[in-house]
């Protein structure tokens, strides 16, 4: 059987990784050194989270907090989204030794809602448009609201997973005590029978 080759550490996955673990400052730089004045910062910042937020959650958090901070959306949301993406990773990582569970249709809804209302927030138009931010605030709630039925749908995969787990230890536990009585009813019935064989040799003897 031959060995499979271990696969080089510059692929392309990984240099994709680098790349947008180094776009996470540039994007923070440009939006504060833009400092809300809506002008080719902003633009350069919008165009770095464009490139990098489809596969970035980091991105993806760090624009939610900047947009908080600058008054330009309600922390509830980003604390909403930031919670059930930390707690759903740790989740993740706590029930990965009963099986996986699999992205769900609400998770990739969530994505693509979170990622175009954020874009539509940091626009530069966005502030001078009262429309246009009502249209990403809409968006983002949304987002917000499918990402609180996407966490409550992963624990409830998670409690299955968990009781199906203890469902196969008690399951294997009770196979383990059936097969300890019937050896033990099958050695106590055979006792009878050797002590009446034995009777039936001495009555010989006799």
Known sequence: MTEQAPAPAWNIANVLTGVRIVLIPVFVAFMLMDAQSYGLWRWLAVLVFAVAVCTDKLLMGAALVLLSALGELSWWITGIILVREVGITVMRFWVIRWGVIAASAGGKIKTVTQALGTFILLLPWTPQHLWLAWIGWIIIGIAAAITLYSAIDYVRQAAALYRGHQAKLAG?????????????????????????????HDGGRA
């Open 172 to 200: 294997g536990a009770g196979a383990g005590e059936t097969g300890a009585t019937g050896t033990t009813g099958a050695t106590g019935a055979s006792r009878p029978a050797e002590e009446a064989g034995d009777a039936g």
